[in-house]
């Protein structure tokens, strides 16, 4: 189908078709801003609707809270969410074909805790509006116009009071008067109300308890339990969640807690800011400058216009997609539990793939920006829940994995350490197929953190996770001669998500055991443990089959066949998996023919696929520094979502197309702006390259500082030209690095704390 925008949905894009209010004269970016303020905005002119609210809705969360605002000013709404709001329960049982159900109670599903109203009567017609989200404070706001009085309201999540904020205000001489209203979506009504506020419980089918509670407080004027007439301002508290943590207790008690917060809306306000600036602020980033024309589109429509005139670039707006990525993560991943497919934000219970957590590919892709974005305590909810799922895991792979109906049971007989299914829920319950290589995939990727860190409390944290998953391997890993040569290899197994079901030494896993076997090393000898371990895992590595070239295609194999067993365009890129995310096979030290053998296989993936497939794909072409083909694909993923197709939808939510409808899944976001930092800068323990696959759209001048480098160190990098101007390298915890720009090189050594700048 074609992605070029129809009229209809073009005058949706603008604005121009309305949401059902009666709205003018709508206000532009000030043009007079800076680069990275003009990054840290996005604006529209029309509130969302109700009915798109997954594409229009903007989001706010504060890691564990999540929700979607529409900001309509005579009838808005909140969409609240929590991470723990799952049905479900461990799924410890198989099916007859020896693997786990996925739909059904034991499962479970994540889904839409309550929702929040807001009505207005006086202010259905309004002029001069704008809604936008701040990507630098964390706050989603609206502001308009009814007769000569300004009105505004503000939604944030705050983390350190932990409830959803909302505040309407207004420039003097106004007033608010109308109601709110609070609703659950099994069937809930609300009770306990009070002369200011309302209350909401419920239990799931797996024994969870929930509540929510909605206080309000006014300033003149009057309040009378979800009531408020006469009001100079309005400050509405919601508070929401589960007793996962706590099973047991109370969860009303603690929202009604939360909610009745004694600080005034101004110090609610600057916690919350400080807070998240804490975290947001750690990076700026500067791609070169847009013009004003640019500037003075709403953000929908600039997203048409930069994909439909493609010879322009609009540098701001690829940052602040960019930047969008980390406001994700900082509001979506802070020290509960991790983003799932659609991060926190889900607008009904019904969500596809249960919203769950899919461990070849999407759930590691959400924390791939974590490191380079400078956000290194957004990665902890990751390791805190496979640390907590640990136990779990190990007793069901033990009693299980080796059931004899299992298709890709250990043929041995032998078990050890722990294994995951291709969908896990947030009580580690396993549903779909067991995923024997995902254990070693969720450990490189608590790894990866570590790298950026070199936390060792982080490390001896998630170093049982680790071994766990090496005993696995030591118990699965079956004798092969292949070509004379004993070596070892994946026993029956699955590339995702296409082939054979009984495929021995797949790629994928074959180089996921190598890196899993390289992090023991590394692990046991930082923390002086294991040694006699780490030296057997060794011997295992040294004797894994590695893939090769196929003198058939061409491409690096994905199978032990020199045939293509599977779909020549498929979306995932299991084989490339030891050059992306891992480092086995490296522009710079790798055999030309099997870069070739890379390179053949990518191009032969194409270059049009889902939004995180684009990502991917993107991450690989700056890995071969082909910043063209990488550029072109980061746009893809920015691409604007038409006619229910992959792209980008109004609320910069990444769309997945499932034909007659689309849904949102975050990790193309995350995984897009991953795949924007990569271009800027690629590292490894012991490397730091600067500029590896720069686009010409970029390459003018620009700047980005604190970006995260693998090995310990932050950096800050400026250029004109497409040249490297200066640098900073900030440890962080590394001491030694060699720092490259085009033929420049030089070997960096630095104390924990210390800085170094560079003019190559």
């Keep these: 189908m074609s992605l070029e925008p129809s009229r209809r949905d073009f005058l949706r894009m603008t604005g121009a078709a309305g949401a059902g209010l009666a709205v003018s004269n709508a206000r532009p970016v000030a043009t007079a801003a800076g680069h990275e303020q003009q990054a840290d905005v996005l604006w529209y002119k029309t509130p969302a609707a109700e009915a798109r609210i997954i594409q229009e809705g903007l989001p706010v969360g504060n890691g564990r ?120 979506t099994h069937g809930e009504g609300t009770h306990g109300e009070t002369t200011n506020g309302a209350d909401l419980t419920g239990t799931l089918s797996n024994g969870r308890k929930y509540a929510a509670t909605v206080a309000l407080k006014g300033t003149g004027g009057r309040v009378d339990g979800l009531s408020f007439s006469g009001c100079r301002e309005l ?40 807070d998240y600036q804490r975290l947001y602020h750690r990076m700026s980033i500067h791609l070169g400058q847009s013009s004003s024309l640019q500037r003075g589109l709403d953000s929908w429509s600039r997203l048409a216009v930069r994909y439909t005139d493609t010879s322009t670039p609009d540098p701001e707006l690829e940052a602040a997609y960019i930047q969008f990525g980390r406001y994700l993560t900082i509001t ?12 926190k934000w889900v607008h009904n219970n019904s969500p596809d793939w249960f919203s769950d957590y899919h461990t070849d590919i999407n759930l590691e892709m959400n924390y791939w920006p974590t490191g380079p974005g400078n956000l290194d305590e957004c990665a902890e909810a990751l390791a805190d829940y496979c640390v907590a799922q640990l136990p779990s895991w190990t007793d069901v792979t033990g009693r299980l994995f080796n059931d004899s109906r299992n298709r890709f049971r250990n043929s041995s007989g032998k078990i050890a350490g722990w294994a995951v299914a291709f969908s896990t829920n947030i009580d580690g319950g396993s549903g779909w197929w067991w995923h024997p290589a995902g254990n070693a995939w969720l450990s490189a990727t608590l790894w990866r953190h570590y ?156 270059d049009d696929s889902f939004g995180w497939a684009c990502a991917w794909r993107s991450l690989c072409w700056s890995r071969l520094k082909d910043a063209d083909r990488a550029y072109k694909l980061f746009l893809t993923v920015l691409r604007p979502s038409i006619s229910n197709g992959n792209g980008t939808s109004a609320n910069f939510f990444d769309m997945y197309s499932q034909g007659s409808y689309t849904i949102f899944q ?95």
């Design 65 to 184: 809270l999540g929700g979607l605002t529409g900001g309509d000013p005579a009838a808005d709404f909140l969409y609240v969410t929590d991470g723990s709001f799952w049905t479900g329960d461990r799924n410890d049982t198989l099916q007859d074909d020896g693997q786990f159900p996925y739909e059904g109670t034991h499962f479970g599903s994540y889904g839409l805790l309550a929702k929040v109203g807001i009505k207005i009567p006086a202010h259905a017609e309004v002029t001069g509006y704008r809604r936008q989200v701040d990507l630098s404070t964390g706050v989603v706001s609206a502001s308009y116009q009814v007769g000569k009085v300004e009105f505004r309201r503000e939604v944030y999540a705050s983390h350190p009071d932990d409830i959803v904020v909302l505040r309407l205000t207004q420039s003097g001489g106004g007033s608010y008067s109308g109601s709110v209203t609070l609703e659950g």
């Design 235 to 274: 400050l509405i508290i919601v508070s929401a969640g589960t007793d996962y943590h706590a099973r047991g207790t109370d969860p009303l008690a603690t929202a009604k807690k939360n909610a009745a917060t004694t600080k005034s809306a101004d110090h609610l306000r600057k916690d919350h800011v400080a």
């Design 332 to 343: 979506g991943s802070r020290d509960t539990l991790p983003m799932n497919l659609q991060g």
């Design 451 to 606: 790298e950026y860190t070199l936390d060792r409390a982080y490390l001896q944290k998630i170093y049982p996770v680790l071994k766990g998953a090496a005993e696995f391997w030591q118990s699965r890993l079956i004798p092969m001669t292949v070509d004379g040569r004993d070596v070892l290899v994946d026993d029956n197994d699955w590339s995702p998500e296409h082939g054979p079901q009984d495929a021995k030494g797949i790629t994928y896993a074959q180089e996921l055991a190598w890196e899993l076997f390289r992090e023991i090393g590394v692990a046991s000898a930082t923390l002086g443990v294991d040694a006699s371990f780490a030296a057997d895992v060794k011997k295992l590595q040294e004797k894994l089959y590695l893939p090769k070239v196929s003198p058939a295609s061409g491409w690096l194999e994905e199978w032990m066949s020199p045939d293509n067993l599977g779909e020549v365009t498929h979306r995932h890129l299991s084989p490339l998996i030891g050059f992306f995310p891992g480092d086995r096979i490296a522009a710079d030290t790798s055999p030309s023919a099997l870069l070739a053998g890379v390179r053949a296989l990518l191009t032969a993936r194409g």
């Design 666 to 760: 975050i990790d193309a976001n995350l995984g897009g702006t991953t795949a924007g930092l990569e271009m800027v800068l690629y590292s490894r323990p012991g490397v730091i390259e600067l500029l590896p696959a720069l686009p010409a759209a970029w390459a003018a001048e620009g700047r980005v500082t604190g970006i995260g480098a693998r090995g310990g160190f932050k950096v800050d990098v400026a250029w004109k030209d497409g040249k490297v101007t200066s640098a900073t390298v900030h440890s962080v915890g590394g001491t030694s690095t060699v720092l490259r720009a085009g033929a420049w090189s030089r070997t960096i050594t630095l104390k924990p704390g210390e800085a170094v700048t560079v003019r190559p």
